[in-house]
């Protein structure tokens, strides 16, 4: 048996809960992974309240989590390049939250020893997502891109991932906020009334393209306004903003398997000594209720991390 964090229906925080699970036996070109620490990410909350429901199936009980970091500790048919007692970083399509989770090999990385755990797990869901934003949106270097949401888990590796491929980024951020955006590479503006001009003030030579990560109701608008296309403009906040604006949504059902790109850009960045991973608090798997609360509540610098 192994333990697990699951909620037996929708609803909020609470519906968390322990829960006793056969022990997964990997199937091929899977591995059984010994989890030590699981990424919390938005999506988890927003599946958890059935906020999602309609959009990513649900099998109760449900195990949220959709990034670890641990070890091998048994491999299944036709996997090859992994090993027992291998240290790695991966995604998982949901069942993180426990004590053992099924990797796919083609979702799953070395972690390198100079990496912590919490590190590690907080990297494939960010990393993923910053390199398929890029690839989806098609930006170019040379080009500027406009980020909302710009401190968060996703942006602060989005920005980082532009940054090396020469793409200038605009990020909208709390003032409390500025002086982290511009340590990233980024020119940072504050949301709220009057965005547009402080937008076109600090890219004077006009905005490529736009990402909506916050999910603030004026932003998306503003973008298309500022790219002057909506399918210049993408959210990965909600289909439903999507379909009401006209712009395009990705939510990660792409046919292209952008995580071996995404891994090996981090850790590339990892390996210069110029990664920045900031980890907003860090708390035991018996917690994730707790740890669901502070990431609903958002204005999070960095990600949560669960450890088990």
Avoid: C
Wanted: proline share 6%; aromatic share 4%.
């Amino acid at each position: 048996m192994t333990k697990a964090i699951a909620f037996a229906h929708y609803g909020d925080p609470d519906v968390l809960g322990p829960i006793d699970l056969d022990l997964p036996e990997p199937g091929p070109r899977q591995v059984r992974v010994a989890v030590r620490a699981v990424g919390v990410n938005p999506l988890d909350h927003k599946v958890r309240s059935g906020a999602l429901d309609g959009f990513i199936p649900v099998a109760f009980p449900a195990v949220p989590g959709y990034e670890v970091a641990g070890t091998v500790e048994a491999v299944g048919a036709e996997v090859t390049g992994f090993a027992i007692g291998d240290e790695v970083f991966g995604a998982v399509m949901g069942g993180g939250y426990a004590e053992h989770a099924l990797v796919d090999v083609e979702l799953l990385a070395r972690k390198p020893a100079s990496l912590s755990w919490a590190e590690a797990a907080a990297l494939p869901v960010a990393a993923e997502t910053s390199e398929r934003i890029l690839g989806v949106l098609g930006v170019q270097p040379g080009e500027t891109l406009l980020v909302h949401g710009a401190a968060g888990g996703v942006g602060t590796l989005l920005l980082q991932f532009a940054r090396a491929r020469g793409i200038t980024v605009v990020g909208t951020a709390s003032e409390a906020n500025h002086v982290y955006l511009r340590e990233l590479g980024a020119i940072p503006v504050a949301y709220g009334e009057g965005l547009a001009e402080r937008v076109r003030a600090a890219a004077p030579g006009g905005v490529d393209r736009a990402l909506d990560a916050a999910g603030k109701a004026d932003e998306v608008p503003v973008s298309i306004e500022l790219t002057s296309s909506a399918d210049r403009v993408l959210t990965i906040t909600s289909p439903m903003a999507a379909e009401q604006h006209g712009v395009r949504f990705t939510g990660g059902a792409e046919a292209e398997p952008y995580h071996p790109r995404a891994f090996a850009a981090a850790l590339a960045l990892h390996e210069a000594g110029t990664l920045v991973l900031p980890i907003h608090r860090v708390l035991p798997l018996a917690d994730a209720a707790e740890a669901h609360r502070l990431s609903e509540h958002g204005h999070l610098r960095g990600k949560i991390v669960l450890t088990v």
